[in-house]
């Protein structure tokens, strides 16, 4: 079976300071890959989505950036974080293929920025 | 108007009670449907998945889809406590785009 593992599943940083989060999928090939932010009241919005090593797609612009050295890779980063980079990250991954397929989602880390 | 819209709640229920949550959408491109359950401090966890109009069923679990209203139902019956959590329903339009959330209905089932 599928599984999806995220860490840290907490994290509190400085303002200014550099951010790596790292999401790997076990269990299938070439899966589609997406980052969301979770913040309270406003829904989950997708940061970022890719359909193959080095191919990143970005949805809304900002101090965030992601990378998928390896298929089953895929890490958010940021040289310098800011207070409004606060909130429930979480990662997903979908089946490549006919039609829209399912997202399954990790368990998110929860980021502080102080 | 917004592409989803779902009512935050706080939906309060006993035990044993049917449950409905809905959600309404604009776009009406939208073909493929989805309500995940997210327990606090957890990921979303995927319940149903449809596809166009109709019903599908899956234990205590019902979804349906109404395309021509552009609305879509979770049903909840016997509710159990272990239900207490926020149910977002999602939707996209044709293959490769974007899902699109609700914000989530939070679900409270008392015992």
């Known amino acids: 079976s599928q599984t999806i593992h995220q860490w840290p599943a907490t994290l509190v940083q400085p303002v200014g300071s550099p951010l790596s989060l790292e999401c790997t999928v076990e269990g299938t090939s070439n899966p589609n890959l997406y980052w969301y932010r979770q913040a309270a009241g406003r829904g989950l919005q997708l940061l970022f989505y890719?359909?193959?090593?080095?191919?990143i797609s970005s949805e809304v612009p900002q101090n965030l950036s992601a990378s998928r050295p390896q298929d089953r890779q895929f890490i958010l980063s940021s040289k310098k974080l800011l207070l409004s980079d606060s909130g429930f990250y979480l990662c997903a991954w979908s089946v490549r293929g006919i039609g829209n397929q399912p997202q399954h989602f990790g368990d998110g880390t929860r980021l502080s920025i102080l | 108007q917004k592409e989803v819209e779902q009512d935050p709640g706080p939906l309060s229920v006993p035990e044993g009670a049917i449950v409905s949550l809905n959600c309404t959408y604009s776009n009406s491109a939208f073909q493929y449907f989805m309500w995940y359950r997210q327990y606090s401090r957890k990921g979303p966890e995927l319940l149903m998945y449809?596809?166009?109009?109709g019903n599908k069923e899956d234990g205590r679990f019902t979804a349906q889809v109404d395309k021509s209203s552009k609305y879509i139902s979770l049903f909840i019956r016997d509710s159990q406590p272990s239900d207490s959590a926020t149910y977002l329903c999602?939707?996209?339009?044709?293959?490769?785009?974007?899902?699109?959330f609700g914000k989530g209905t939070t679900l409270s089932v008392s015992s």
């Open positions: 449809t596809y166009s109009s």
């Open positions: 890719s359909v193959g090593i080095g191919q």
């Open positions: 999602a939707m996209s339009a044709k293959a490769g785009t974007a899902l699109i």
